[in-house]
Protein backbone atom coordinates (compact mmCIF):
# COMPACT_ATOMS: atom_id res chain seq x y z
CA UNK A 1 0.00 0.00 0.00
CA UNK A 2 2.69 2.71 0.55
CA UNK A 3 4.68 1.29 -2.48
CA UNK A 4 1.18 2.15 -4.22
CA UNK A 5 0.80 5.59 -2.27
CA UNK A 6 4.50 6.45 -3.35
CA UNK A 7 3.87 5.54 -7.19
CA UNK A 8 1.04 8.03 -7.08
CA UNK A 9 2.58 10.69 -5.64
CA UNK A 10 5.70 10.45 -7.81
CA UNK A 11 3.06 10.49 -10.86
CA UNK A 12 1.36 13.33 -9.48
CA UNK A 13 4.24 15.39 -9.33
CA UNK A 14 4.96 14.95 -12.69
CA UNK A 15 1.98 14.76 -14.39
CA UNK A 16 0.62 17.78 -12.24
CA UNK A 17 2.26 20.23 -14.92
CA UNK A 18 0.54 18.54 -17.66
CA UNK A 19 -2.82 18.56 -16.32
CA UNK A 20 -2.76 22.23 -15.01
CA UNK A 21 -1.73 23.10 -18.56
CA UNK A 22 -4.37 21.16 -20.46
CA UNK A 23 -6.59 22.60 -17.97
CA UNK A 24 -8.17 25.06 -20.54
CA UNK A 25 -11.16 24.77 -23.15
CA UNK A 26 -8.96 24.57 -26.28
CA UNK A 27 -7.60 21.45 -24.58
CA UNK A 28 -10.46 19.85 -22.90
CA UNK A 29 -12.31 19.97 -26.17
CA UNK A 30 -9.32 18.28 -27.83
CA UNK A 31 -9.81 15.31 -24.86
CA UNK A 32 -13.24 14.60 -25.50
CA UNK A 33 -12.77 14.37 -28.98
CA UNK A 34 -10.20 12.18 -29.31
CA UNK A 35 -12.16 10.22 -26.12
CA UNK A 36 -15.50 10.13 -27.78
CA UNK A 37 -13.87 8.95 -31.32
CA UNK A 38 -11.91 6.51 -29.78
CA UNK A 39 -14.42 4.85 -28.20
CA UNK A 40 -16.90 5.22 -30.86
CA UNK A 41 -13.77 3.47 -32.97
CA UNK A 42 -12.98 0.62 -30.32
CA UNK A 43 -16.86 -0.33 -30.31
CA UNK A 44 -16.69 -0.16 -34.30
CA UNK A 45 -14.18 -2.76 -34.92
CA UNK A 46 -16.09 -5.36 -35.42
CA UNK A 47 -17.77 -4.05 -38.26
CA UNK A 48 -15.16 -2.06 -39.62
CA UNK A 49 -13.54 -6.03 -40.42
CA UNK A 50 -16.08 -6.43 -42.73
CA UNK A 51 -14.73 -6.85 -46.20
CA UNK A 52 -16.92 -3.96 -47.41
CA UNK A 53 -19.74 -1.95 -46.26
CA UNK A 54 -22.94 -1.86 -47.79
CA UNK A 55 -24.21 1.14 -47.01
CA UNK A 56 -22.16 4.36 -48.01
CA UNK A 57 -23.23 6.70 -45.52
CA UNK A 58 -21.31 4.49 -43.01
CA UNK A 59 -18.72 4.32 -43.93
CA UNK A 60 -18.03 7.42 -44.27
CA UNK A 61 -18.96 7.88 -40.67
CA UNK A 62 -16.51 5.52 -39.28
CA UNK A 63 -13.63 5.29 -41.65
CA UNK A 64 -13.30 9.21 -42.48
CA UNK A 65 -15.45 11.19 -39.90
CA UNK A 66 -14.16 9.46 -37.30
CA UNK A 67 -10.20 9.42 -37.87
CA UNK A 68 -10.67 13.30 -38.91
CA UNK A 69 -12.39 14.54 -35.35
CA UNK A 70 -9.54 11.80 -33.61
CA UNK A 71 -6.46 13.42 -35.45
CA UNK A 72 -8.02 17.06 -34.74
CA UNK A 73 -8.24 16.33 -31.13
CA UNK A 74 -4.78 15.01 -30.73
CA UNK A 75 -3.78 18.51 -31.92
CA UNK A 76 -6.02 20.46 -30.58
CA UNK A 77 -4.71 19.32 -26.92
CA UNK A 78 -1.00 20.36 -26.94
CA UNK A 79 -2.12 23.47 -28.87
CA UNK A 80 -4.13 24.77 -25.74
CA UNK A 81 -1.38 23.11 -23.79
CA UNK A 82 1.06 25.88 -25.78
CA UNK A 83 -1.86 28.11 -25.34
CA UNK A 84 -1.92 27.98 -21.41
CA UNK A 85 1.76 27.88 -21.22
CA UNK A 86 2.53 31.31 -22.44
CA UNK A 87 -0.38 32.86 -20.94
CA UNK A 88 1.06 32.47 -17.93
CA UNK A 89 4.26 33.21 -18.62
CA UNK A 90 3.26 36.57 -20.04
CA UNK A 91 1.72 36.83 -16.21
CA UNK A 92 5.13 35.86 -14.55
CA UNK A 93 3.56 32.79 -13.41
CA UNK A 94 4.61 29.22 -12.90
CA UNK A 95 2.84 27.25 -9.84
CA UNK A 96 3.34 23.84 -11.01
CA UNK A 97 7.23 24.34 -11.18
CA UNK A 98 6.82 22.68 -14.64
CA UNK A 99 10.53 20.08 -15.37
CA UNK A 100 12.46 21.72 -17.60
CA UNK A 101 15.45 20.21 -17.61
CA UNK A 102 16.59 17.01 -19.03
CA UNK A 103 18.45 15.59 -16.05
CA UNK A 104 15.08 15.75 -14.03
CA UNK A 105 13.56 12.40 -13.90
CA UNK A 106 10.43 14.04 -13.74
CA UNK A 107 10.79 15.52 -17.10
CA UNK A 108 12.14 12.13 -18.31
CA UNK A 109 9.19 10.28 -17.00
CA UNK A 110 6.51 12.73 -18.53
CA UNK A 111 8.44 12.71 -22.24
CA UNK A 112 8.20 8.46 -22.04
CA UNK A 113 4.31 8.63 -21.04
CA UNK A 114 4.00 11.19 -23.88
CA UNK A 115 6.17 8.97 -26.16
CA UNK A 116 4.20 5.65 -25.21
CA UNK A 117 0.69 7.35 -25.47
CA UNK A 118 1.80 8.65 -29.22
CA UNK A 119 2.85 5.47 -30.61
CA UNK A 120 -0.73 4.31 -29.02
CA UNK A 121 -2.54 6.79 -30.83
CA UNK A 122 0.00 6.74 -34.09
CA UNK A 123 -1.30 3.09 -34.20
CA UNK A 124 -5.12 3.75 -33.44
CA UNK A 125 -4.88 6.88 -36.66
CA UNK A 126 -2.86 4.62 -38.76
CA UNK A 127 -5.78 1.76 -38.96
CA UNK A 128 -7.53 3.98 -39.43
CA UNK A 129 -5.93 6.04 -42.13
CA UNK A 130 -5.66 2.42 -43.81
CA UNK A 131 -9.66 1.65 -43.69
CA UNK A 132 -10.04 5.13 -44.57
CA UNK A 133 -8.31 4.55 -48.00
CA UNK A 134 -9.28 0.78 -48.62
CA UNK A 135 -12.76 2.36 -48.19
CA UNK A 136 -11.90 5.75 -50.83
CA UNK A 137 -10.88 2.61 -53.12
CA UNK A 138 -14.45 0.29 -52.78
CA UNK A 139 -16.97 0.18 -54.81
CA UNK A 140 -19.55 1.53 -52.65
CA UNK A 141 -17.66 4.03 -52.05
CA UNK A 142 -17.37 4.96 -55.71
CA UNK A 143 -21.13 4.00 -56.80
CA UNK A 144 -23.11 5.16 -53.74
CA UNK A 145 -21.40 8.30 -51.95
CA UNK A 146 -22.27 10.45 -54.12
CA UNK A 147 -25.64 8.55 -55.49
CA UNK A 148 -27.67 11.04 -57.72
CA UNK A 149 -24.57 11.81 -59.70
CA UNK A 150 -22.81 8.25 -60.22
CA UNK A 151 -26.17 6.77 -60.05
CA UNK A 152 -26.08 6.21 -64.09
CA UNK A 153 -22.62 5.23 -64.14
CA UNK A 154 -23.13 2.88 -60.99
CA UNK A 155 -26.52 1.41 -62.36
CA UNK A 156 -24.67 0.80 -65.60
CA UNK A 157 -21.69 -1.24 -63.94
CA UNK A 158 -24.14 -2.89 -61.89
CA UNK A 159 -25.27 -4.76 -65.21
CA UNK A 160 -22.08 -4.57 -67.23
CA UNK A 161 -19.28 -7.73 -67.62
CA UNK A 162 -16.82 -5.70 -64.85
CA UNK A 163 -19.37 -6.04 -62.45
CA UNK A 164 -16.81 -7.72 -60.37
CA UNK A 165 -14.14 -5.40 -61.15
CA UNK A 166 -13.70 -3.10 -58.61
CA UNK A 167 -13.91 0.91 -60.12
CA UNK A 168 -10.20 1.44 -58.99
CA UNK A 169 -8.89 -0.76 -61.43
CA UNK A 170 -9.47 0.86 -64.35
CA UNK A 171 -10.01 4.37 -63.41
CA UNK A 172 -6.70 4.20 -61.28
CA UNK A 173 -4.47 1.59 -61.72
CA UNK A 174 -1.33 0.42 -59.35
CA UNK A 175 1.34 3.04 -58.73
CA UNK A 176 1.57 6.13 -56.19
CA UNK A 177 1.27 8.82 -58.86
CA UNK A 178 -2.15 7.57 -59.72
CA UNK A 179 -3.34 7.46 -56.92
CA UNK A 180 -2.34 10.62 -55.84
CA UNK A 181 -3.63 12.39 -58.72
CA UNK A 182 -7.24 10.82 -58.30
CA UNK A 183 -7.48 12.11 -54.83
CA UNK A 184 -6.69 15.69 -55.76
CA UNK A 185 -9.01 15.25 -58.19
CA UNK A 186 -11.46 13.49 -56.20
CA UNK A 187 -11.30 16.79 -53.99
CA UNK A 188 -12.74 19.18 -56.95
CA UNK A 189 -15.03 16.41 -57.20
CA UNK A 190 -16.39 17.12 -53.79
CA UNK A 191 -16.57 20.80 -54.00
CA UNK A 192 -18.73 20.49 -57.01
CA UNK A 193 -20.97 17.99 -55.59
CA UNK A 194 -21.02 20.13 -52.45
CA UNK A 195 -21.98 23.24 -54.14
CA UNK A 196 -24.01 21.48 -57.06
CA UNK A 197 -21.91 22.81 -60.12
CA UNK A 198 -21.27 19.45 -61.66
CA UNK A 199 -22.43 18.79 -65.21
CA UNK A 200 -25.60 17.16 -65.96
CA UNK A 201 -25.12 14.59 -67.86
CA UNK A 202 -21.59 13.54 -66.92
CA UNK A 203 -18.85 14.56 -69.70
CA UNK A 204 -17.33 11.83 -71.72
CA UNK A 205 -15.05 10.89 -73.05
CA UNK A 206 -12.69 11.51 -69.29
CA UNK A 207 -9.71 13.35 -70.58
CA UNK A 208 -7.82 12.56 -66.99
CA UNK A 209 -8.14 8.15 -67.55
CA UNK A 210 -5.32 6.45 -66.99
CA UNK A 211 -4.20 5.23 -70.98
CA UNK A 212 -5.64 1.89 -71.63
CA UNK A 213 -2.53 -0.01 -72.22
CA UNK A 214 -2.02 0.44 -68.58
CA UNK A 215 -5.44 -0.76 -67.37
CA UNK A 216 -7.38 -2.69 -69.38
CA UNK A 217 -4.25 -4.37 -71.31
CA UNK A 218 -3.29 -5.90 -67.80
CA UNK A 219 -6.10 -8.60 -68.40
CA UNK A 220 -7.08 -8.19 -72.27
CA UNK A 221 -4.06 -8.18 -74.53
CA UNK A 222 -5.10 -6.64 -77.82
CA UNK A 223 -1.73 -8.50 -79.44
CA UNK A 224 -3.06 -11.81 -78.71
CA UNK A 225 -4.48 -13.86 -81.71
CA UNK A 226 -8.01 -14.23 -81.26
CA UNK A 227 -10.46 -17.05 -83.13
CA UNK A 228 -13.08 -16.25 -85.22
CA UNK A 229 -16.19 -15.76 -83.33
CA UNK A 230 -19.74 -16.53 -84.13
CA UNK A 231 -22.37 -13.51 -83.39
CA UNK A 232 -25.69 -13.76 -83.35
CA UNK A 233 -28.52 -10.76 -83.05
CA UNK A 234 -32.08 -11.40 -82.65
CA UNK A 235 -34.30 -8.39 -83.89
CA UNK A 236 -38.15 -8.32 -83.15
CA UNK A 237 -40.46 -6.47 -86.06
CA UNK A 238 -43.66 -3.96 -84.18
CA UNK A 239 -46.01 -6.09 -85.70
CA UNK A 240 -48.67 -7.82 -84.34
CA UNK A 241 -47.07 -11.61 -83.78
CA UNK A 242 -43.61 -9.36 -83.32
CA UNK A 243 -42.27 -11.31 -86.02
CA UNK A 244 -38.69 -12.87 -85.44
CA UNK A 245 -35.21 -12.47 -87.83
CA UNK A 246 -31.75 -13.30 -87.21
CA UNK A 247 -28.75 -11.83 -88.11
CA UNK A 248 -25.81 -14.16 -87.73
CA UNK A 249 -21.93 -12.49 -87.94
CA UNK A 250 -18.60 -14.70 -87.97
CA UNK A 251 -16.58 -11.45 -85.89
CA UNK A 252 -12.97 -11.32 -86.93
CA UNK A 253 -11.25 -10.38 -84.37
CA UNK A 254 -7.66 -11.18 -85.07
CA UNK A 255 -4.66 -10.32 -83.04
CA UNK A 256 -1.36 -11.38 -83.17
CA UNK A 257 0.78 -13.31 -86.07
CA UNK A 258 -2.13 -15.60 -86.82
CA UNK A 259 -4.72 -16.15 -89.61
CA UNK A 260 -4.47 -12.37 -90.78
CA UNK A 261 -4.74 -9.12 -88.66
CA UNK A 262 -8.64 -9.35 -88.13
CA UNK A 263 -10.13 -6.39 -86.03
CA UNK A 264 -7.46 -6.12 -83.31
CA UNK A 265 -4.34 -6.65 -85.47
CA UNK A 266 -5.55 -4.29 -87.89
CA UNK A 267 -5.89 -1.08 -85.07
CA UNK A 268 -3.49 -1.99 -82.50
CA UNK A 269 -1.43 -4.93 -84.05
CA UNK A 270 2.82 -4.91 -83.40
CA UNK A 271 3.85 -2.34 -84.73
CA UNK A 272 0.39 -1.18 -85.89
CA UNK A 273 0.19 3.01 -84.96
CA UNK A 274 -3.20 5.10 -85.73
CA UNK A 275 -3.58 8.48 -84.58
CA UNK A 276 -6.77 10.66 -85.39
CA UNK A 277 -7.84 14.05 -85.22
CA UNK A 278 -11.40 14.75 -83.61
CA UNK A 279 -13.48 18.23 -84.56
CA UNK A 280 -15.88 17.68 -81.17
CA UNK A 281 -15.47 16.80 -77.41
CA UNK A 282 -17.26 13.68 -77.96
CA UNK A 283 -14.93 12.39 -80.89
CA UNK A 284 -17.84 11.54 -82.73
CA UNK A 285 -16.41 13.47 -85.98
CA UNK A 286 -12.78 12.85 -87.25
CA UNK A 287 -11.38 14.62 -90.05
CA UNK A 288 -8.21 13.16 -90.27
CA UNK A 289 -6.65 10.18 -89.66
CA UNK A 290 -2.76 8.41 -89.90
CA UNK A 291 -1.93 4.94 -90.37
CA UNK A 292 1.61 3.64 -89.59
CA UNK A 293 1.94 -0.29 -90.58
CA UNK A 294 5.31 -2.27 -90.08
CA UNK A 295 6.53 -2.67 -94.01
CA UNK A 296 3.61 -0.20 -95.19
CA UNK A 297 4.81 3.35 -93.63
CA UNK A 298 2.53 6.04 -92.77
CA UNK A 299 -0.47 7.17 -94.47
CA UNK A 300 -2.56 9.90 -94.16
CA UNK A 301 -6.50 9.89 -94.86
CA UNK A 302 -8.45 13.46 -95.01
CA UNK A 303 -11.91 13.41 -95.20
CA UNK A 304 -14.22 14.70 -97.71
CA UNK A 305 -14.42 18.33 -96.50
CA UNK A 306 -11.70 18.63 -94.18
CA UNK A 307 -9.11 20.72 -94.92
CA UNK A 308 -5.66 20.61 -94.12
CA UNK A 309 -4.87 23.70 -92.30
CA UNK A 310 -7.92 22.90 -90.06
CA UNK A 311 -6.16 19.71 -89.21
CA UNK A 312 -3.58 22.22 -87.60
CA UNK A 313 -6.15 23.53 -84.62
CA UNK A 314 -7.77 20.20 -83.96
CA UNK A 315 -6.29 17.91 -80.61
CA UNK A 316 -4.84 14.54 -82.26
CA UNK A 317 -5.31 11.32 -80.09
CA UNK A 318 -3.29 7.91 -80.75
CA UNK A 319 -5.86 5.20 -80.88
CA UNK A 320 -6.59 2.85 -78.33
CA UNK A 321 -9.08 0.21 -76.73
CA UNK A 322 -11.19 3.06 -75.32
CA UNK A 323 -11.56 4.63 -79.23
CA UNK A 324 -14.00 1.61 -79.61
CA UNK A 325 -14.86 0.42 -76.29
CA UNK A 326 -15.44 3.34 -75.52
CA UNK A 327 -18.48 2.25 -73.06
CA UNK A 328 -16.75 -1.48 -71.76
CA UNK A 329 -18.78 -1.01 -68.08
CA UNK A 330 -20.82 1.91 -68.27
CA UNK A 331 -22.94 0.54 -71.19
CA UNK A 332 -26.31 2.36 -72.19
CA UNK A 333 -29.10 0.47 -74.42
CA UNK A 334 -31.47 2.15 -77.01
CA UNK A 335 -34.88 0.87 -76.20
CA UNK A 336 -35.44 -0.67 -78.97
CA UNK A 337 -32.26 -3.10 -78.91
CA UNK A 338 -33.03 -3.65 -75.16
CA UNK A 339 -36.36 -4.77 -75.77
CA UNK A 340 -35.13 -7.01 -78.54
CA UNK A 341 -32.54 -8.38 -75.85
CA UNK A 342 -35.49 -8.96 -73.38
CA UNK A 343 -37.85 -10.75 -75.54
CA UNK A 344 -35.13 -12.92 -76.87
CA UNK A 345 -34.02 -13.96 -73.55
CA UNK A 346 -37.87 -14.80 -72.59
CA UNK A 347 -37.95 -11.64 -70.12
CA UNK A 348 -40.55 -10.34 -72.35
CA UNK A 349 -42.73 -12.87 -74.38
CA UNK A 350 -43.04 -13.02 -77.83
CA UNK A 351 -46.51 -14.48 -77.65
CA UNK A 352 -48.16 -10.94 -76.47
CA UNK A 353 -49.43 -9.19 -79.37
CA UNK A 354 -47.64 -5.93 -80.30
CA UNK A 355 -45.70 -6.28 -76.97
CA UNK A 356 -42.38 -4.70 -78.99
CA UNK A 357 -44.16 -1.70 -80.75
CA UNK A 358 -46.00 -1.04 -77.04
CA UNK A 359 -43.14 -1.60 -75.44
CA UNK A 360 -40.65 0.92 -77.43
CA UNK A 361 -43.55 3.58 -77.16
CA UNK A 362 -43.98 3.14 -73.28
CA UNK A 363 -39.88 3.53 -72.97
CA UNK A 364 -39.95 6.12 -75.04
CA UNK A 365 -42.50 8.61 -73.10
CA UNK A 366 -41.56 11.17 -71.10
CA UNK A 367 -42.10 10.79 -67.66
CA UNK A 368 -41.25 13.48 -64.88
CA UNK A 369 -39.28 11.16 -62.70
CA UNK A 370 -37.91 7.45 -62.10
CA UNK A 371 -40.28 6.66 -59.43
CA UNK A 372 -43.24 8.44 -62.21
CA UNK A 373 -42.06 5.57 -64.78
CA UNK A 374 -41.84 3.36 -62.50
CA UNK A 375 -45.61 3.23 -61.80
CA UNK A 376 -46.73 4.66 -65.43
CA UNK A 377 -44.92 1.77 -67.31
CA UNK A 378 -46.79 -1.46 -65.46
CA UNK A 379 -50.08 0.58 -65.53
CA UNK A 380 -49.96 1.77 -69.14
CA UNK A 381 -48.76 -1.94 -70.23
CA UNK A 382 -51.97 -3.68 -68.11
CA UNK A 383 -54.54 -1.33 -69.75
CA UNK A 384 -53.22 -1.78 -73.17
CA UNK A 385 -54.02 -5.45 -72.73
CA UNK A 386 -57.25 -5.45 -71.03
CA UNK A 387 -58.82 -2.86 -73.30
CA UNK A 388 -57.24 -4.21 -77.01
CA UNK A 389 -56.81 -7.98 -76.05
CA UNK A 390 -59.30 -8.98 -73.27
CA UNK A 391 -58.82 -12.80 -73.75
CA UNK A 392 -55.34 -12.71 -73.70
CA UNK A 393 -55.31 -10.17 -70.86
CA UNK A 394 -57.19 -13.11 -68.91
CA UNK A 395 -54.94 -16.15 -70.46
CA UNK A 396 -51.82 -14.66 -69.79
CA UNK A 397 -51.87 -12.09 -67.31
CA UNK A 398 -48.75 -13.71 -65.34
CA UNK A 399 -46.61 -12.90 -68.94
CA UNK A 400 -47.95 -9.41 -68.67
CA UNK A 401 -46.96 -9.14 -65.20
CA UNK A 402 -43.59 -10.24 -66.37
CA UNK A 403 -43.10 -8.12 -69.06
CA UNK A 404 -44.36 -4.40 -67.14
CA UNK A 405 -41.13 -5.39 -64.54
CA UNK A 406 -38.99 -6.35 -67.13
CA UNK A 407 -40.22 -2.99 -69.36
CA UNK A 408 -39.36 -1.31 -65.34
CA UNK A 409 -36.30 -2.38 -65.31
CA UNK A 410 -34.91 -1.91 -68.84
CA UNK A 411 -35.76 1.84 -68.05
CA UNK A 412 -34.48 2.44 -64.19
CA UNK A 413 -30.91 1.05 -66.36
CA UNK A 414 -30.92 3.90 -68.85
CA UNK A 415 -32.37 6.60 -67.92
CA UNK A 416 -32.06 9.22 -65.46
CA UNK A 417 -34.11 12.34 -65.36
CA UNK A 418 -32.33 14.35 -62.72
CA UNK A 419 -29.07 13.58 -64.50
CA UNK A 420 -30.32 14.59 -68.05
CA UNK A 421 -29.58 11.30 -69.12
CA UNK A 422 -31.75 9.57 -71.54
CA UNK A 423 -31.90 7.56 -74.96
CA UNK A 424 -28.77 7.95 -76.65
CA UNK A 425 -27.22 10.23 -74.72
CA UNK A 426 -23.87 8.65 -74.21
CA UNK A 427 -23.16 6.83 -77.75
CA UNK A 428 -21.42 3.48 -77.57
CA UNK A 429 -18.61 3.56 -80.60
CA UNK A 430 -18.77 -0.47 -80.54
CA UNK A 431 -20.47 -1.62 -84.45
CA UNK A 432 -22.53 0.86 -86.25
CA UNK A 433 -25.68 -0.21 -86.12
CA UNK A 434 -26.98 1.97 -83.29
CA UNK A 435 -24.33 5.11 -83.31
CA UNK A 436 -21.88 5.74 -86.01
CA UNK A 437 -19.13 3.93 -84.46
CA UNK A 438 -17.06 2.01 -87.02
CA UNK A 439 -18.21 4.43 -89.40
CA UNK A 440 -16.29 7.38 -88.15
CA UNK A 441 -13.33 5.97 -90.35
CA UNK A 442 -14.81 3.35 -91.89
CA UNK A 443 -16.85 5.47 -94.22
CA UNK A 444 -15.34 5.17 -97.93
CA UNK A 445 -15.23 8.95 -97.45
CA UNK A 446 -11.49 9.56 -95.63
CA UNK A 447 -9.21 9.55 -99.03
CA UNK A 448 -5.31 9.40 -98.96
CA UNK A 449 -3.12 11.40 -101.11
CA UNK A 450 -2.54 8.29 -103.41
CA UNK A 451 -6.52 7.97 -103.49
CA UNK A 452 -6.52 4.66 -101.44
CA UNK A 453 -9.91 4.99 -98.80
CA UNK A 454 -10.57 3.58 -95.65
CA UNK A 455 -12.76 1.10 -96.30
CA UNK A 456 -16.23 -0.24 -95.59
CA UNK A 457 -16.33 -3.65 -96.96
CA UNK A 458 -18.60 -5.08 -94.67
CA UNK A 459 -16.19 -8.54 -94.73
CA UNK A 460 -13.27 -6.71 -93.34
CA UNK A 461 -14.14 -7.08 -89.65
CA UNK A 462 -16.63 -9.38 -90.09
CA UNK A 463 -18.23 -12.07 -92.34
CA UNK A 464 -22.12 -12.33 -92.65
CA UNK A 465 -23.31 -15.15 -92.71
CA UNK A 466 -27.66 -14.31 -92.78
CA UNK A 467 -29.11 -10.74 -92.42
CA UNK A 468 -32.20 -10.58 -90.77
CA UNK A 469 -33.33 -14.11 -91.91
CA UNK A 470 -36.18 -16.04 -89.68
CA UNK A 471 -34.29 -18.93 -89.93
CA UNK A 472 -31.43 -18.98 -90.94
CA UNK A 473 -29.95 -21.88 -92.56
CA UNK A 474 -26.14 -21.47 -91.03
CA UNK A 475 -27.96 -22.49 -87.92
CA UNK A 476 -29.40 -25.40 -88.67
CA UNK A 477 -26.40 -26.33 -90.08
CA UNK A 478 -24.15 -25.70 -86.86
CA UNK A 479 -26.46 -27.43 -85.01
CA UNK A 480 -27.82 -24.65 -82.86
CA UNK A 481 -31.61 -25.14 -84.23
CA UNK A 482 -33.46 -27.66 -83.10
CA UNK A 483 -37.25 -28.09 -84.68
CA UNK A 484 -37.03 -24.71 -85.62
CA UNK A 485 -36.09 -22.93 -82.13
CA UNK A 486 -32.61 -21.69 -81.66
CA UNK A 487 -30.60 -23.89 -79.05
Not at 130 to 148: E, L, N, R, W
Not at 380 to 385: E, T, V
Not at 401 to 420: C, G, H, K, S
Request: hydrophobic share 40%.
Amino acid sequence: MNRFHSWREKAGAWLSPIVHLSNNWISLTGVVLVTSSAVFWLFSLPISMRRELDNPYLGILLFLVVPAVFVGGLLIIPLGIYWEFRRERRRGQNPTGLPLNWRNVDLRRLVIFVGATTVVNVLIAGQASYKAVTYMDSVTFCGQACHTVMAPEFTAYQNSPHSRVSCVACHIGPGASWFVRSKLSGVGQVFAVAFNTYSRPIPTPVHNLRPARETCETCHWPQKFGADRLRIVDKFAEDEANSRTKTVLLMRIGGGRKGGPGIHGAHLGEGVVIRYAHADEARQTIPWVEVTRPGAGVRTYLAADAKPEQIKNLPIRTMDCMDCHNRPTHTFELPERAVDHAMAGGDISPSLPFVKRQAVTLLKAAYPSREDAARRIPAALHAFYRENYPAVYQQQRLEIERAARALTAIYLRNVFPEMRVTWGTYPNHIGHTDFPGCFRCHDEAHTSADGKTITQDCNTCHQVLAMDEPAPKILTDLGLVTNGAAK
